[in-house]
C-alpha cells in the first residue's frame, strides 16, 4: 500500500521542477534576442539619422552659402553692417520640411549672457603692431614682441599662437575672443567689442561713448530700400563725421578725440569678413551646425568648420 502511494507523489513534482527550469532558461534566451535586437533597431535609427545628416545638411548649408553670397552682393545697406544687420537670425524654408537658419557672428553664451563676436571687429594677430597685442588680456609687452617676431607669422588659425614661446593655455583664452588671422586688419566699429576698442588704445569712456552712441544713432535705410521693406537700425554709417558726431552725443576731451582721430585709419563701418553660421533642419531635427568664414567680395570660403 505504501509503495502504490508513495512512487506517484514524487513523479509530478520532478517533472514540474525541469519544466520551470526550462521555461526560465527560455525565458532568459528570449530576453538576450530581445535586448540585442532592441540595440540593433536603435543603432540602424542612429545609423539613419547620422547618414540623413550627412547626406542632407552639406547641400543644405551649401545651398545658404550661395544664397547669402547673392543676397550681400544685393545687399541694398553694402556701405555698413550693423551688429543689429549681423546678428539677426535668418530662415531659408525648403521642399520636405528641410529648413536651414543662420546668421553672421559667433554667439557665446556664458550663464544669462550672450556675447556677439563678428569676424571682421576683432583683432588681426598678423598685422596688429606690438602696441596693440600688449594690450591684450593676458600678454604684455614680452609676449606681444614673441608674437609679433614668431616665425609662424602670418600665422593661419588662430590656435597657431599656442605654439609662439612663452604662451600657455590660460594666457591663450582671455584674448582669443578678440583676435582672429582675416582680413586686412581694418575693424568694424559697429560690433567691435569693448575689449577690442580698450587693446587698441582707447580709454574706457571713449570705450563705453562709442558703444553706448553706436546703440542710439538711428541710421535711416536708403530710398529705394523703403520698397523692401527694410527697417531703420542703429549703428555708425559713416566714420567721415563720427567725431562730430559724438561731440553732440557726449563730451570728449582733447587726448580722447586725439585717440579716436589717429586709429580711424584702423576702423570701418562694415566687416570685409565674415563668420557664417548656418544650422540644419530636419522638421523639428536639428542637423549639423557650420562655422564658415567667408569673403563676400570675392565669394570666396575661407574655413569651413563641420560641428
Not at 111 to 118: A, K, L, S, V, Y
Not at 207 to 234: C, H, M, Q, T, W
Request: proline fraction near 4%; aromatic fraction near 10%.
Amino acid at each position: 500500500m505504501s509503495k502504490l502511494f508513495s512512487c506517484p507523489a514524487h513523479k509530478p513534482q520532478k517533472n514540474n521542477g525541469s519544466i520551470l527550469v526550462i521555461c526560465l532558461w527560455a525565458i532568459m534566451v528570449l530576453s538576450v534576442l530581445a535586448m540585442a535586437l532592441t540595440s540593433f533597431v536603435f543603432q540602424e535609427i542612429k545609423f539613419a539619422r547620422a547618414y540623413r545628416r550627412i547626406t542632407l545638411s552639406l547641400p543644405l548649408a551649401r545651398s545658404a552659402l550661395a544664397s547669402v553670397f547673392y543676397l550681400r552682393e544685393k545687399d541694398p545697406t553694402a556701405q555698413y553692417d550693423t551688429m543689429q544687420e549681423l546678428s539677426r537670425e535668418e530662415r531659408i524654408d525648403f521642399c520636405a520640411g528641410n529648413s536651414l537658419r543662420y546668421y553672421f557672428v559667433d554667439k557665446i553664451i556664458s550663464g544669462e549672457n550672450t556675447e556677439i563676436i563678428d569676424e571682421g571687429a576683432l583683432i588681426n594677430l598678423n598685422t596688429a603692431s606690438i602696441q596693440i597685442l600688449k594690450r591684450l588680456p593676458g600678454v604684455g609687452e614680452d609676449l606681444a614682441e614673441s608674437i609679433a617676431n614668431s616665425g609662424m607669422r602670418p600665422f593661419s588659425s588662430v590656435n597657431e599662437v599656442l605654439l609662439v614661446e612663452g604662451m600657455d593655455k590660460e594666457n591663450f583664452l582671455l584674448f582669443k575672443d578678440l583676435v582672429t588671422v582675416y582680413g586686412s586688419g581694418r575693424i568694424n566699429i559697429n560690433t567691435a567689442s569693448k575689449g577690442v576698442l580698450l587693446a587698441l588704445g582707447l580709454d574706457n569712456d571713449s570705450a563705453d561713448a562709442i558703444i553706448s552712441f553706436r546703440s542710439k544713432n538711428r541710421i535711416e535705410p536708403p530710398v529705394d530700400a523703403f520698397a523692401l521693406g527694410l527697417e531703420p537700425e542703429y549703428g555708425i554709417a559713416t566714420l567721415s563725421t563720427l567725431l562730430d558726431d559724438l561731440r553732440r552725443f557726449t563730451t570728449l576731451g582733447l587726448r580722447q578725440e586725439q585717440d579716436l582721430l589717429s586709429l580711424l585709419p584702423v576702423f570701418d563701418v562694415r566687416s570685409e569678413y565674415l563668420r557664417f553660421n548656418v544650422d540644419a533642419y530636419f522638421g523639428e531635427e536639428k542637423g549639423s551646425h557650420y562655422s564658415i568664414v567667408i569673403h563676400p567680395a570675392t565669394k570666396k570660403v575661407i574655413s569651413w568648420r563641420e560641428e
